[in-house]
């Protein structure tokens, strides 16, 4: 047990820290213009102002985005009801490390390439999905 929350965990917040220190900075612009956060299950979440601007930008139309140990989301409403499939990004964070960014861009573009659909057919996102809708 303390192996596990002396050793383990904060590698894995270290491991995963190149993609939360993304989180963090979007995620102070949204505090700037009138957003909000809040930690959750190990992750600090962000909501509103400029987050939310940003994800509604998004070719996807996401209700929420994770960056490492953080969480991007349009409202603490969307935040709660995406949160279960946004930890499986945060678990997916602590196995990629600094590698999950280009593994997940470099699946989109081979899919699309391929004529899949880069979002809901990326291997993320349907360990993610298949796991929480
Ligand atoms: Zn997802």
Request: with cysteine.
């Amino acid at each position: 047990m303390s192996l596990q929350r002396f050793v383990v965990m904060p590698l894995a917040y270290l491991w995963a820290s190149p993609a939360s220190l993304i989180g963090v900075c979007v995620g102070t612009l949204g505090l700037l213009t009138g957003g909000g956060y809040q930690f959750r299950r190990g992750a600090l979440e962000f909501h509103g102002g400029a987050v939310a601007w940003s994800l509604s930008r998004l070719w996807i139309r996401a209700r929420a985005m994770t960056l490492g140990h953080t969480i991007l989301g349009l409202s603490p409403h969307d935040l709660d009801d995406t949160r279960d499939h946004e930890h499986i990004h945060v678990g997916q964070y602590c196995r990629w490390g600094p590698f999950f960014i280009p593994a997940y861009l470099l699946c989109s573009v081979v899919l699309w390439c391929r004529g899949r659909n880069p979002y809901l057919d990326n291997p993320f996102e349907v360990e993610a999905y298949d796991l929480y809708p």
